[in-house]
């Protein structure tokens, strides 16, 4: 036997996961794909896979019980890879993405304390390469692992004071190198994690993770930054992966001292879109060929807090709003700003507490989008699945699903092989069930 046929045979179930079923053959034809780090195969939340069902509620094919954290969990082949938090130790699990069983597991110590009283796990997810998986703390310590058996590679400190949440950047793979946001963008020798440059102004790790795009001709990669400052600093940062020259800088950050950069930047073309919450708004560029910006619109109207918004054929579509009840989903026209339309998707659920029935109108309020298969999936932040049709015309719900009643539904949902992967971070205030890691079927 090889040593991997040996490995294969020593994994073993999970003693915190719960096998609900085995998932559908897919269907005939589908496409299918690996999710290898945050926002999908292609950075940007859009996934090639087809012939999903649309019909909701979707088949549980296992879940597994975790810690504390905010990742998403990031798969190649057979392995699936996510980061949590139990006690003093945050982990990271390796399990078969059809199974739960475990590969393997590795651990590290952490003292790390949310100053707002959120909780205290990692933030960043899990990145993908050629055998090796890379992770950050929420304490900003990077290792390199084994995909084969966890063993660590070699580790890093990017030597970060402690920012409001927590270190919370997903690190970029780009050629030989790991990107990541550091006092100033950082690049580390991704075979062995010595630093190659560094770049940019000292605004500090945002919450947002580095981009990559080519863009006339060149590749380029985006960093939205921003951290803890007085007074406030932060913005887009355009930078040659190659050597880390800086083509040009753009601030954009609210004003207020206690705020966020987090939501990705998102590339198309010639331009660049970012945003921000805490009354900052959204902007877009053009990157000239000599690689200078031009800044085409501003809007107050459309500022996103957490989640990526996606392009779509001259169109943004998104989360704006700071907080749940100000939350709003809303189409932008990409070449002038304009709010096409805006709506709360907003339903009517019946539920029990304490044998009482009650009723109460609830919503996505701030969601995250991930567009497939000629649709959008939505995942809520109190825990709804919706299949949505988005287009310039307007919004249209497809099916709709509460898969557990829970705040603080912020990590972007995973699709891989016809199985979606949903991160429950808090308890359920219907059922109880504790923090989870979620498998669904939805196979056509």
Known sequence: MTRRDLLLAAMAAHPDAIVHGKPRALSAGAKTSDWPWLLGPTHDSVSTETKLNRKLPAPAVWEFKKGTGYSSPSIVGDRLVYQHRVGNFERVECLHPETAERHWQFTQPTSFEDRYGYNNGPRSSPVIRDGRVYVVSAEAKVHCLSLTDGKVVWKADLKLPQDFFGYAS???????????????????????????????????????????????????????????????????????????????????????????????????????????????????????????????????????????????????YGFDGRNEPDASLACVEAATGKIVWRVNPEWEETFEINGEKRKQNLSTFRGTLLAVDGAYLCLGELGHLVWMDLSPKGYKEISRTWLFAARETWASPVLSRGLLYVSQNSRDMLKGSTPRLVCYDLRG
Request: charged content about 15%.
């Open 170 to 316: 997903t690190p970029l793979l780009h050629g030989n190198k790991l990107i990541c946001q550091g006092a100033s963008a950082v690049a580390l020798d991704a075979a062995t994690g010595k630093e190659i440059w560094h770049a940019g102004k000292e605004w500090g790790p945002s919450y947002a993770s580095p981009i990559p795009a080519v863009v006339h001709g060149k590749e380029r990669v985006f960093v939205f930054a921003g951290a803890e400052s007085r007074p406030p600093t932060g913005g887009l940062l355009c930078i040659d992966p190659s050597n880390g020259k800086v083509d040009f800088q753009f601030a954009w950050r609210s004003k207020s001292y206690e705020s966020v950069n987090a939501s990705c930047p998102v590339i198309f073309g010639n331009k660049v879109f970012v945003s921000a919450s805490y009354k900052t708004g959204g902007a877009m560029l053009e990157i000239q060929p000599d690689f200078t910006h031009k800044v085409l619109w501003t809007t107050p109207d459309f500022g996103l807090h957490f989640n990526t918004p996606i392009h779509r054929d001259g169109y943004l």
